[in-house]
């Protein structure tokens, strides 16, 4: 079974600057994604960045960057700018594209945001 | 963007009564849906999922006699929390897949507290 590993239950960073989240992996697969999401106090869920495994170009979106190593199974979201609006848990998450297309959480990461 | 409407966002009941909890795809047709449950401060757990048309397949550990699941359309799922305890106390929230590229979006959830 895959599994999903997030080791910092707590992070925190100054406004402005820079953080990165780790995540690690288990899978036998070769074919899947990756994704984080934030969940902000109101909690609905909401999907930050994706990867597939089978592109080796890192994905950014805007001030979220990614940097993922596909041989050490690990997937870690990089913030740059941090605003006030970041604040949240943030979740990393799994998917086969092949079998049981189910989506597998980490289990969170609560970012805080000093002012 | 596709947007998944969830509905009641908060409710409250007696113990022994039955929740009904709607789960709608309003711009996409959703092939698959899923419901997850997270207690606070933690991650989201996968309780089942549920295909247009056929029986939902459970997560180990979840009764399927008490968390019935009715995927009566491509637009519609619905979960119903039956003979309710303070111990279904939780929020829960689904997702939908579809859409031109099969992207997954989640409802913005249902907070469900069992007097």
């Known amino acids: 079974a895959q599994t999903v590993t997030q080791s910092q239950p707590e992070m925190s960073v100054q406004e402005a600057e820079t953080v990165t989240l780790s995540c690690t992996y288990d899978t036998s697969e070769s074919d899947y994604y990756l994704f984080w999401y934030k969940q902000p106090p109101s909690r609905q869920m909401i999907l930050v960045i994706r990867?597939?495994?089978?592109?080796?170009q890192n994905a950014t979106e805007n001030r979220f960057s990614v940097n993922f190593q596909k041989a050490a199974k690990s997937f870690s979201l990089k913030i740059s700018d941090s605003q006030l609006g970041d604040a949240a848990m943030y979740f990393c998450?799994?998917?086969?594209?092949?079998?049981?297309?189910?989506?597998?959480f980490g289990t969170g990461t609560r970012l805080t945001i000093i002012p | 963007g596709a947007v998944v409407s969830q509905h009641p966002s908060r409710v409250i009941c007696k113990s022994g009564t039955s929740v009904k909890i709607e789960c709608r795809s309003l711009d996409f047709q959703a092939t698959t849906m899923f419901w997850y449950r997270q207690f606070p401060k933690q991650s989201l757990m996968l309780m089942a999922t549920?295909?247009?048309?056929?029986?939902?397949?459970?997560e180990q550990g979840v009764e399927k006699d008490k968390f019935l699941i009715n995927h009566a359309s491509l637009t519609l799922s619905t979960l119903t929390v039956t003979s309710a305890h303070p111990e279904d106390s939780s929020f829960y929230i689904c997702s939908a897949q579809g859409g031109r590229d099969e992207k997954l979006f989640f409802g913005s959830g249902t907070q469900l507290s069992v007097l």
């Open positions: 990867q597939e495994a089978y592109k080796q």
């Open positions: 549920s295909n247009e048309g056929s029986k939902a397949t459970y």
């Open positions: 998450a799994y998917i086969s594209l092949f079998g049981n297309e189910k989506l597998t």
